[in-house]
């Protein structure tokens, strides 16, 4: 099956900072690449997700980048706030009709004010 | 849009009582709803997913008799924890997708076997 891996585990910068999450997947039939935050003891949110036919994505101070040839895709946040702190997860789905996501182990992103 | 409620939001349960969790998705039909589990900082471990109508599909691992789903409509699945013991407590999340990819999540169940 797909395999996700996600690094780093834990990543701290300060208040207007940018932070960058990687992630590698292992099957290149997958398609589609969400990213999820979740704030302690919430649901995940949907913040971003890109395709495969599509190399780059940006939602105001949040981007995505994706590289098929070498199967990673990274989350870019820009100007980071106190509020942004919080784990994310990246996630892989492999486009079979279960539609199952695979997910990172997540990233536990702390913004010092 | 793309809302999905979860009930109950916590439940504490004496060990061998079963628990029943629902999942609804309030604005949109959900083709697939998909049930996980999460300890503390931990990933989502998918449970199982399921169609409306059909059986659930259990990841590799997990107990079948022992967590029963039931997707009876397009909004709404349910997962019963049968005879709960104290190692099943956990957090437990629904997710549901619709005709898309993307999977809505909702607000978690915490449950707690004493």
């Known amino acids: 099956g797909e395999n996700v891996e996600q690094h780093p585990s834990t990543l701290s910068v300060q208040e207007g900072d940018s932070a960058v999450i990687k992630c590698t997947y292992s099957?290149?039939?997958?398609?589609?690449f969400p990213w999820y935050k979740q704030e302690l003891g919430k649901r995940p949110q949907l913040i971003i997700d890109?395709?495969?036919?599509?190399g780059e994505k940006k939602d105001q101070r949040i981007a995505v980048t994706l590289n098929k040839t070498a199967k990673h895709f990274s989350l870019h946040i820009t100007e980071t706030q106190p509020e942004d702190s919080a784990v994310y997860f990246c996630a892989a789905h492999r486009g079979s009709t279960l539609g199952r996501l695979y997910f990172g182990r997540g990233t536990q992103l702390t913004v010092w004010p | 849009g793309a809302v999905v409620s979860q009930h109950p939001s916590w439940v504490i349960c004496k060990s061998g009582t079963s628990v029943k969790i629902e999942c609804r998705s309030l604005d949109f039909q959900a083709t697939t709803m998909f049930w996980y589990r999460q300890f503390p900082k931990q990933s989502l471990m998918l449970m199982a997913t399921s169609n409306e109508g059909s059986k659930a599909t259990y990841e590799q691992g997990v107990e079948k008799d022992k967590f029963l789903i039931n997707h009876a409509s397009l909004t709404l699945s349910t997962l019963t924890v049968t005879s709960a013991h104290p190692e099943d407590s956990s957090f437990y999340i629904c997710?549901?997708?619709?005709?898309?990819?993307?999977?809505?999540f909702g607000p978690g169940t915490r449950l707690l076997v004493l």
């Open positions: 890109i395709r495969s036919n599509v």
């Open positions: 997710s549901a997708r619709g005709w898309g990819e993307t999977q809505y």
């Open positions: 099957d290149s039939a997958s398609n589609y």
